[in-house]
């Protein structure tokens, strides 16, 4: 539908769009009971396929401090979900005469994206597997935002599991693009992955830098994979501030902690010993200032002894979830004024002309949702051919490319392969591929 809008990634604001989000919702925050007028008779749906405390709630609140009102579905195993109804379909029920707004949490990554294929109404991601929590981001962002008045140069330490995290990962896009700068500090095995970190370098000019972490001192010796002495592995920072050579970690302005998201866990990955912050491990000069944050729900990563410490923002945080979702529901629903201009929008998507599905990420929702969800991509790069799957922005393996009608294929970076249309693209996994669709390989290959 034209002029419709989603929240399905951090990156469908503009960041002027995002600091007015900020001003509406410290207005809302004034007074959470005088705004009952703005979405009187609107109703937002809540479609939860995973569990959910905060976000189901504030959501729910928030529509409701605003005067709408609320249908939930919040555990579909109890719905037709069960019965084998696909997401689309489901999106396509409720999105109709049911409700104004959908918001949908979902264990695949890029569900919210589909939805929003199929949805009359606005969808907004509340979690799509490990991919992205917008939402969330916007309760952190703007917490910061009160808390430190400002967001670009501001050092944030990531801690815990990085990896599978979805809060982490639309937080590091948002304030890489706001100008923080991210001192990783992992669980061992838990880094931010390798696509996060390759889109926060090409798209928002993140440099990856090794950190001298040394001043943090226990807290960067509890993690096994930051940098303190040039012999240990490690994840590298990324600093959106030009400056050669290490870097030294001796002031902090937030703690970002998250619990292990071991419900996502492959047989591989281990969360023994995990990172613990206590009120020793803050007590170091360069933590000083340093604000502590958590999405929420903790497990064991923040002791309760550290509640009492001013630092400890962690269910300010939480209450702020409210006003902003206020926003959101508000800015969505065209209820609220937005002077700026949306961001231009991503780039266009196209069907993956292919024998198979190019997404080497299982847990995309391309894979798990398979006749209504066909493979499809964005282009990053031209020359090399560079796609990621439109749904769960992983990178595509492509190891021969061709044009749609003339059978020949390429090596993304043969020159041959600028020429093509990114919509007349084709993608083999290999030369067998290539060769049972008819295609012969160009010379080079
Ligand atoms: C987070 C989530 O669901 O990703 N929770 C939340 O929305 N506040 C974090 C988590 O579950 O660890």
Known sequence: MPGLRHLVSIDDLSLAEISQLFEHARIFSENLRDSAETCRGLIAASIFYEPSTRTRLSFESAMLRLG????????????????????????????????????????SEGAARLAAQYSEVPVINAG???????????????????????????????????????????????????????????????????????????????????????????????????YITPTKPHQLSLYTEAQRGLRLVDHVDAVYMTRPQTERFGEADSATGYIHLDTDIMSGEALREAVVMHPLPRRDEISPEFDADPRSIYFKQAARGVPIRMAILGMLLGRLDFTHSPRR??????????????????????????????????????????????????????????AVGRPVAFRPDAAEARRIEPAELVFFRDLAEAASAGFTVGTGV
Request: one cysteine or more.
């Open 68 to 107: 709408g009102g609320v249908i939930t579905a919040a555990d579909m195993s109890v719905s037709s979900a069960s019965k084998g109804e696909s997401l689309a379909d489901t999106v396509r029920v409720v999105s109709g005469a049911y409700a104004d707004v959908l918001i949908l949490r979902h264990p």
């Open 128 to 226: 799509d597997g490990s991919h992205e929590h917008p939402t969330q981001t916007l309760c952190d962002l703007y917490t910061l935002w009160i808390e430190k008045g400002r967001l670009e140069g501001l050092d944030i330490v990531l801690s815990g599991d990085l990896r599978y995290s979805r809060t982490i990962h639309s937080f590091v896009y948002a304030l890489a693009r706001f100008g923080a700068n991210l001192v990783c500090v992992p669980h061992q095995g838990l880094e931010l992955p390798d696509y996060v970190v390759k889109r926060l370098r090409e798209e928002y000019g993140a440099e990856p830098q090794a950190a001298d972490a040394s001043c943090l001192g226990d807290l960067a010796s509890s993690s096994d994979a930051v």
């Open 345 to 402: 929008h991503l780039e266009a998507t196209y069907p993956v002309n292919a024998m198979g599905n190019p997404c080497p990420n299982m847990g995309c929702v391309s894979h798990t949702e398979v006749r209504q969800a066909p493979a499809s991509y964005r282009i990053v790069s031209r020359f090399p051919v560079r796609a990621i799957c439109a749904y769960c922005s992983r990178e595509l393996n492509l190891t021969l490319v061709g």
